[in-house]
């Protein structure tokens, strides 16, 4: 027999490389806490059905509340020894109550213990996440509140399209982050049921309380099918899944603070607290936070993909490739967490150009919407030769090398003689972009609405 915990039926000792590919606890010990937490609740459970004695659960619970401590202050000894977390939980409680320890595991499983832990797990993580998130989203509107009036350019295909403001912008991102918090709670929501007492794959003879132990770890309900319980990890996948898209909103955010940062375009700028400098180059600023926000989104999407080609070729019910399951998971959401905070400090810390942004705003022709929609108000014509004539208009003002605002009367009746000057009202930024009232549209008005409802709704929640 080995000194495994599993060695009965073993003679001889595993080699190197399996103790190598096998060992988990560099990693898993992470799940210490959960896995605690599971403990107790399944001792409970046992003590309460007459499984153990009430004696034995005493020892148990106390041994496990005095590993609790050592894991809290960091005294407790991981070692590969004992593979994984779980082993060295148990190896550690023998150590500390003796025999009556090997009673924990009486109708319990590696199995569903692991599946139980990542449950826990998950669900910590994401109302962790939940919690930056939503203060991202205040960053967001606190800072849109104030830049509701702050004309720019709006993009589409990176070309000035029509102006904004800043704060239409901003609130963009917070509509974004809010159906990320959205997915995050669907995929805590379906996550929460308890798949402790599943055992290996098939149940068991003795006659635990399920509900229990669910109830005891705040579970929605216990899982319905063993196999399902200890084969799946589609919890992971959902909260991955959400990460990466949460990930993929971020990153977009990151690349237009980087864009935004650039001297061409100077719409806003990084303190010293979010900026770094180069070793050569004494003039530069680099707005490196942004960029590994972009940037770490490969990993966090990469994650998913990961696990998703980990489990897509698992016959039911338990595989041990099924321990591959954690490490990128560990690391997607502990990057998104700092992405999270990372952008969250920008928002905060941007200073804001907003006579750059507005005088951007303008180039570009950007008011050309404006001016095709006064003549379709005003002189009743079809949008389609609206658009036509201001086509010509906006070729006329190329030609000159010239604004829309700086032509004259007579230029423009030159292409339309019915245009009266009353059309100069629309060709600045701020009027066009106070005219965009329309539900959900970027005149200021709106915009002070929608943060405020934010702000309101945010505060809420807390
Ligand atoms: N460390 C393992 C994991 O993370 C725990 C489950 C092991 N189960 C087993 N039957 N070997 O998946």
Known sequence: MTSKIWGGRFQSATDAVLEAINVSIDFDKRLGPQDIRGSLAHVAMLAARGIVSQDDAAKITQGLEQIKTEIDSETFVFSRDYEDIHMNVETRLAALIGPAAGRLHTARSRNDQVATDFRLYIRDTIDALDAQLADLQLALAERALAEADSVMPGFTHLQSAQPVTLGHHLLAYAEMIGRDR???QDAR??????????AALAGTSFPIDRHMTAQALAFDRPTANSLDSVSDRDFVLETLSAAAICATHLSRFAEEIVLWTTPQFAFISLSDKFTTGSSIMPQKRNPDAAELV?????????????????????????SKDMQEDKEGA????DNLALCIAAIAGMVRDMRVNRERMKSAAGAGYATATDLADWLVRRLNMPFREAHHVTGRVVALAEGRGVGLEA?????????????????????GVENSVASRTSYGGAAPENVRKAAQSWLDCLKAQR
């Not at 560990?330 to 959401?333: A, G, I, K, R």
């Open 182 to 184: 959205g997915r995050l």
């Open 189 to 198: 929501k379906r996550g929460n049921e308890c798949p402790l007492g599943a």
């Open 294 to 318: 972009r940037g770490k989104s490969g990993r966090i999407i990469g994650a998913l993909t990961a696990l998703l080609i980990v489990m897509k070729g698992l016959p039911l019910a338990y």
């Open 330 to 333: 560990f690391d997607s959401l």
């Open 407 to 427: 032509l004259t009367l007579a230029d423009l009746h030159s292409v339309e003689p019915r245009i009266t000057d009353e059309v100069f009202g629309v060709l």
